[in-house]
């Protein structure tokens, strides 16, 4: 129930208020580790990406986890930006925190190393230029070595790769300084423009999905995942339609900037209603995802439904924080047109 699915019929869970379903779950997750560890099973080693992206009701969890650190049996590594200590000031803690440097120079040239690995030796001048242009950055670092083969200066068709470029040369190659630069470079080399349709669907989007907002659209995704642009997910959230992801967040943000403001808005639109159709009966699971789809389409009626409901399941969770977030959003959106909702809305964000 806690995590979104629908078991409000269960004898368990009847009666109880969501503040007591979510401290009973958190018990039950604490209690189930503390289970393993008697069980003299391997230490649980968890870890948890990105966490900057993570929504406030998995934070809070985590934060459980902190709390009782002391009794859990378990080893928890989180990596996130920085941005994350704005909402959870007291994890930055010396004792608990590692903060992330750019590579160092041998640092950098041993990642060179094994990124090249296929090449054999690999010439000191293409290390050099890998770690001098990176400046400590490893994805930049990753994608440059993408865009050298893109560019046909490696050869990767084999096992066995081979630079095909004068070495002299190298340091002429015209290369984007930037990050953003190169990513939208190796972009702009693909044959298609489809990357910035599946980009509008989220860094996670389906195949049925990018055939809804154009029939041909599939048909590039071979040519993005060659390019490392995005991969295939082992299981899907909907039955019958294959699920992929971009390579990196940073990636879906610079493919999503590829489109118009015109071809955005129509991309969010057919998404939303493609999410509306196939989430009967799903509960509230992707009802903030289709209101984010509605409200950039334009479609607003939709886009207040799906954020009051969303609202109200996160209230059902005890994730009042989120929910109340929820509700604003629905309130901006209908503003003026229905004073009894915004009262019925106004009502439910001071609750």
Same mark, same amino acid.
């Given at each position: 129930?806690?995590?979104?699915?629908?078991?409000?019929?269960?004898?368990?869970?009847?009666?109880?208020?969501? $503040? #007591?379903?979510?401290?009973?779950?958190?018990?039950?997750?604490?209690?189930?580790?503390?289970?393993?560890?008697?069980?003299?099973?391997? /230490?649980?080693?968890?870890?948890?990406?990105?966490?900057?992206?993570?929504?406030?009701?998995?934070?809070?969890?985590?934060?459980?986890?902190?709390?009782?650190?002391?009794?859990?049996? &378990?080893?928890?590594?989180?990596?996130?930006?920085?941005?994350? /200590? %704005?909402?959870?000031?007291?994890?930055?803690?010396?004792?608990?925190?590692?903060?992330?440097?750019? /590579?160092?120079?041998?640092?950098?040239?041993?990642?060179?190393?094994?990124?090249?690995?296929?090449?054999?030796?690999?010439?000191?001048?293409? #290390?050099?230029?890998?770690?001098?242009?990176?400046?400590?950055?490893?994805?930049?670092?990753?994608?440059?070595?993408?865009?050298?083969?893109?560019?046909?200066?490696?050869?990767?068709?084999? #096992?066995?790769?081979?630079?095909?470029?004068?070495?002299?040369?190298?340091?002429?190659?015209?290369?984007?300084?930037?990050?953003?630069?190169?990513?939208?470079?190796?972009?702009?080399? &693909?044959?298609?423009?489809?990357?910035?349709? %599946?980009?509008?669907?989220?860094?996670?989007?389906?195949?049925?999905?990018?055939?809804?907002?154009?029939?041909?659209?599939?048909?590039?995704?071979?040519?993005?995942?060659?390019?490392?642009?995005?991969?295939?997910?082992?299981?899907?959230?909907?039955?019958?339609?294959?699920?992929?992801?971009?390579?990196?967040?940073?990636?879906?943000?610079?493919?999503?900037?590829?489109?118009?403001?015109?071809?955005?808005?129509?991309?969010?639109?057919?998404?939303?209603?493609? /999410?509306?159709?196939?989430?009967?009966?799903?509960?509230?699971?992707?009802?903030?995802?289709?209101?984010?789809?509605?409200?950039?389409?334009?479609?607003?009626?939709?886009?207040?439904?799906?954020?009051?409901?969303?609202?109200?399941?996160?209230?059902?969770?005890?994730?009042?924080?989120?929910?109340?977030?929820?509700?604003?959003?629905?309130?901006?959106?209908?503003?003026?047109?229905?004073?009894? $909702?915004?009262?019925?809305?106004?009502?439910?964000? %001071?609750?």
């Amino acid at each position: 129930q806690l995590s979104g699915l629908d078991f409000g019929d269960s004898p368990e869970l009847r009666g109880l208020d969501p $503040r #007591s379903l979510r401290d009973q779950a958190f018990a039950a997750v604490r209690a189930g580790l503390q289970a393993l560890a008697a069980a003299g099973r391997a /230490l649980p080693v968890l870890l948890v990406e990105d966490l900057h992206w993570a929504d406030d009701g998995s934070l809070d969890l985590l934060q459980d986890w902190l709390a009782h650190a002391a009794e859990l049996p &378990l080893v928890l590594l989180m990596t996130a930006r920085p941005t994350l /200590l %704005a909402r959870r000031p007291d994890w930055g803690t010396p004792e608990t925190t590692v903060t992330l440097q750019p /590579l160092a120079a041998t640092q950098g040239s041993e990642l060179a190393q094994a990124l090249l690995q296929h090449l054999g030796e690999v010439p000191q001048q293409l #290390s050099a230029l890998l770690v001098g242009r990176a400046e400590g950055n490893p994805y930049y670092m990753e994608e440059l070595v993408r865009r050298l083969i893109d560019d046909g200066v490696i050869d990767a068709t084999a #096992s066995q790769w081979t630079v095909q470029l004068q070495l002299h040369r190298l340091d002429t190659l015209r290369l984007p300084t930037t990050l953003v630069g190169l990513l939208q470079a190796r972009l702009d080399a &693909l044959p298609a423009d489809d990357a910035g349709l %599946a980009g509008g669907i989220g860094h996670v989007f389906w195949d049925d999905a990018l055939q809804a907002l154009d029939a041909q659209a599939p048909q590039a995704l071979p040519a993005l995942q060659r390019a490392a642009f995005v991969k295939a997910r082992d299981t899907s959230d909907f039955e019958g339609t294959a699920e992929h992801q971009f390579d990196h967040h940073l990636l879906h943000q610079v493919t999503y900037d590829t489109l118009l403001k015109a071809e955005r808005k129509l991309g969010h639109g057919a998404a939303a209603r493609w /999410l509306q159709a196939r989430t009967q009966g799903r509960g509230a699971e992707f009802l903030a995802i289709t209101g984010e789809h509605a409200e950039r389409a334009g479609e607003t009626a939709l886009a207040i439904d799906c954020f009051e409901q969303a609202g109200q399941d996160a209230q059902t969770r005890f994730a009042n924080a989120i929910a109340q977030s929820y509700f604003r959003r629905a309130l901006a959106l209908l503003g003026e047109a229905d004073p009894g $909702r915004s009262f019925d809305l106004l009502s439910k964000v %001071a609750t």
